[in-house]
């Protein structure tokens, strides 16, 4: 938390949080179909125009979560986990964006996609998120090594393959997870580079 926020900022950002820690430990123990805003502010303690300062519904309770993944894309930028050839990046960064929905389950997964036709909100498709950046980059690097081709811009071919990542991400939500997204989704991808890589 940074140390030049005063207390009534502070004190903002700890009752947001405790709305949403609530509210995701309410999804966890009895699932968000049975949630209620008036659940999540009994819980925190807090009053329901609370909530509504700081979240417009539930679905961006759920949109929130997903937020964490560009902080976890930060954190192993930092560690130099994406370092490697262009290739290795690129399958890392899809790896790691099919891992997190596995971390949060498929019930949060499902309806986080439900959330995104519903709420918008476009964080979901932002190009300016962390991963889809460190995506474009590890294109990029590969298309300046004449690796891959130039006739496809890297906008597009990020796009092809984030098409992949949430393809492969609402299929096991489809098919209730009885299925290795991760497995399913780099094979995919590796069918990909081949029209893709010189």
Avoid: H
Avoid at 23 to 34: D, S, V, Y
Avoid at 82 to 100: C, D, L, R, W
Avoid at 168 to 195: A, H
Wanted: include cysteine; proline fraction near 2%.
């Amino acid at each position: 938390m940074q140390t030049n926020l005063n207390s009534r900022q502070i004190k903002a950002i700890e009752t947001k949080k405790k709305i949403y820690d609530t509210a995701i430990e309410l999804m966890e123990t009895i699932g968000f179909e049975n949630i209620t805003i008036n659940k999540i502010c009994k819980g925190a303690n807090v009053a329901v125009g609370t909530f509504y300062y700081y979240y417009k519904s539930l679905d961006f309770i759920i949109v929130e979560s997903y937020k964490e993944l560009d902080y976890y894309f930060e954190k192993l930028e930092k560690e130099g986990y994406f370092e490697g050839n262009y290739k290795e990046k690129i399958f890392k960064i899809v790896s790691e964006q099919i891992s997190y929905p596995i971390r949060k389950g498929i019930k949060i997964t499902t309806q986080f996609y439900k959330s995104q036709l519903t709420s918008e909100n476009e964080y979901f498709t932002s190009s300016e998120r962390k991963s889809p950046m460190l995506l474009r980059i590890a294109i990029e690097e590969g298309q300046d090594l004449g690796k891959i081709t130039k006739d496809i811009s890297s906008s597009t071919i990020r796009n092809d393959i984030s098409n992949i990542i949430r393809g492969t991400i609402y299929s096991w939500c489809l098919r209730n997870g009885d299925f290795d997204p991760i497995k399913e989704g780099l094979g995919t991808l590796e069918r990909y580079f081949k029209g893709i890589e010189i």
